[in-house]
């Protein structure tokens, strides 16, 4: 069992940045083959991915999501990243780490949290206006 916890939410200003946090439990750097992504939902709505990385530091983003959101990881901390900069009062949410620790796909467009076998419990992001 792998469990996430995601850190790092908080409520910000339009045009402020973030960091996100999420620790895996299980250390990623034993993990031979994995894929984790960044995903955000809010109420009402279908949860929406918004980065994908893969061990090797490979990254994708849906297009929605190109210029504003970063994802990183630092394999000795197990730990992942996302970094949002200018943030908006659209990017309020609850935002999902999740990870495969048995992925051998390639990460371009994995995007589907239905590949994703993890997840954490989600940190609140509030952007007001």
């Known amino acids: 069992q792998v469990q996430l916890v995601e850190s790092g939410g908080g409520s910000v200003q339009a045009g402020g940045t973030l960091r996100l946090s999420c620790v895996v439990s299980?250390?990623?750097?034993?993990?031979?083959?994995?894929?984790a992504g960044w995903f955000r939902q809010t109420p009402g709505k279908q949860r929406e991915a918004v980065a994908a990385?893969?061990?090797?530091?490979?990254?994708s983003y849906p297009d929605s999501m190109k210029g504003r959101f970063t994802v990183s990881q630092d394999n000795t901390k197990d730990t992942l990243f996302l970094q949002i900069v200018d943030l908006k009062p659209e990017d309020t949410a609850k935002y999902y780490c999740?990870?495969?620790?048995?992925?051998?796909?390639?990460?371009?467009?994995?995007?589907?949290?239905?590949?994703?076998?993890?997840r954490g419990q989600g940190t609140q992001v509030t952007v007001s206006s």
């Open positions: 999740a990870i495969d620790p048995q992925c051998a796909r390639p990460i371009i467009g994995q995007f589907s949290p239905h590949l994703y076998k993890y």
């Open positions: 299980q250390y990623t750097r034993t993990m031979s083959l994995y894929c």
């Open positions: 990385i893969d061990r090797e530091g490979r990254t």
